[in-house]
Nanobody, 116 residues
Framework: QVRLVESGGGLVRPGGSLRLSCTTSGGRFRTRTMGWFRQAPGEQRTLIASIFDDGSAAYYDSARGRFTISRDDAANTLYLQMSSLKPEDTAAYYC??????????WGLGTQVIVAS
């Protein structure tokens, strides 16, 4: 059973930055394409960034140009550096395999609130 634990969220002012972390266990992290998803209130959970096992990355929608996904395979950890945050980035953020998430492995997520 893969276990995913997200952390690093919080309250930040518009224009600020946050770094999210996702620690994984119980799976073959190094060989998997991983991604960050987010779910705003009343909306569906969507993929915003993914990183392949070779370290190359892809970004979707508003994550382009402001967010950077990275991974530390030795530590089985995924990161999301977010900058120039906007109120519309307010959401719960989750990590999982990408582009197809493992529906049995969702963690609790980490909440990001962007407000002044």
């Amino acid at each position: 059973q893969v276990r995913l634990v997200e952390s690093g969220g919080g309250l930040v002012r518009p224009g600020g930055s946050l770094r999210l972390s996702c620690t994984t266990s119980g799976g073959r992290f190094r060989t998997r394409t991983m991604g960050w998803f987010r779910q705003a209130p009343g909306e569906q959970r969507t993929l915003i960034a993914s990183i392949f096992d070779d370290g190359s990355a892809a970004y979707y929608d508003s994550a382009r140009g402001r967010f950077t996904i990275s991974r530390d395979d030795a530590a089985n950890t995924l990161y999301l550096q977010m900058s120039s945050l906007k109120p519309e980035d307010t959401a719960a953020y989750y990590c999982n395999t990408a582009p197809v998430p493992d529906e049995t492995s969702w963690g609790l997520g980490t909440q990001v609130i962007v407000a002044s």
